[in-house]
T-cell receptor, first 113, second 109 residues
Framework: DADVTQTPRNRITKTGKRIMLECSQT?????MYWYRQDPGLGLRLIYY???????NKGEISDGYSVSRQAQAKFSLSLESAIPNQTALYFC????????????FGPGTRLTVL | AQTVTQSQPEMSVQEAETVTLSCTYD???????LFWYKQPPSRQMILVIR??????QNATENRFSVNFQKAAKSFSLKISDSQLGDAAMYFC??????FGAGTRLTVKP
């Protein structure tokens, strides 16, 4: 089984809808991250969490919120989706003991119509 | 804030040849880690190689090696004996939160 899982893998939604992307990990890592990937822009950090009680904004947090329900779970919400949030979304984990190497989920392809 | 720049949006290499992907970064820190990740068409992100800044020796993983120039803040990836399976997007990363825009590598048979 995959160490970092994301659900759903693909999602099409309409403008204005609320949507939640979920991430779970079995690696036992404290650190979790949400990124979005757009062509020509690479991966940009949306939010990150270093433990259950620690939530931090990344460089592009506007229009997004997160919830760290447990060490193993980190969810990303789009409160009111808009078309320019169409992107590939990645969840990742890391552990300081692994020298900040990121372990990625398989990604969620989100399309907002 | 630390930034990572990959100046080559696309690169192409003939199978069995060598190709070098460029990456520069900006930081005021003295100790840090740098990474290269590969994203094949499956879109799964895979670690290729890592370099610790305080280590003088360039990292090597089989056909993949880096040229780390700390003073110049440069971290290039060399792929030797390129294979068709090397075709992918390659991302340079500084520590755990800063990624470059990526370089798309095409391998020609």
């Amino acid at each position: 089984d995959a160490d970092v899982t994301q659900t759903p893998r693909n999602r099409i939604t309409k403008t204005g809808k609320r949507i939640m992307l979920e991430c779970s990990q079995t690696k036992g890592h404290d650190r979790m991250y949400w990124y979005r990937q757009d062509p020509g822009l690479g991966l940009r950090l949306i939010y990150y969490s270093f433990d259950v009680k620690d939530i931090n904004k990344g460089e592009i947090s506007d229009g997004y919120s997160v919830s760290r329900q447990a060490q193993a779970k980190f969810s990303l919400s789009l409160e009111s989706a808009i078309p320019n949030q169409t992107a590939l979304y990645f969840c990742a984990t890391s552990d300081y003991a692994y020298e900040n190497e990121q372990f990625f989920g398989p990604g969620t392809r989100l399309t907002v119509l | 804030a630390q930034t990572v720049t990959q100046s080559q949006p696309e690169m192409s290499v003939q199978e069995a040849e060598t190709v070098t992907l460029s990456c520069t970064y900006d930081t005021s820190e003295s100790d840090y880690y740098l990474f290269w990740y590969k994203q094949p068409p499956s879109r799964q992100m895979i670690l290729v190689i890592r370099q610790e800044a305080y280590k003088q020796q360039n990292a090597t993983e089989n056909r993949f090696s880096v040229n780390f120039q700390k003073a110049a803040k440069s971290f290039s990836l060399k792929i030797s004996d390129s294979q068709l399976g090397d075709a992918a997007m390659y991302f340079c990363a500084y520590m755990d939160m800063r990624f470059g825009a990526g370089t798309r590598l095409t391998v020609k048979p």
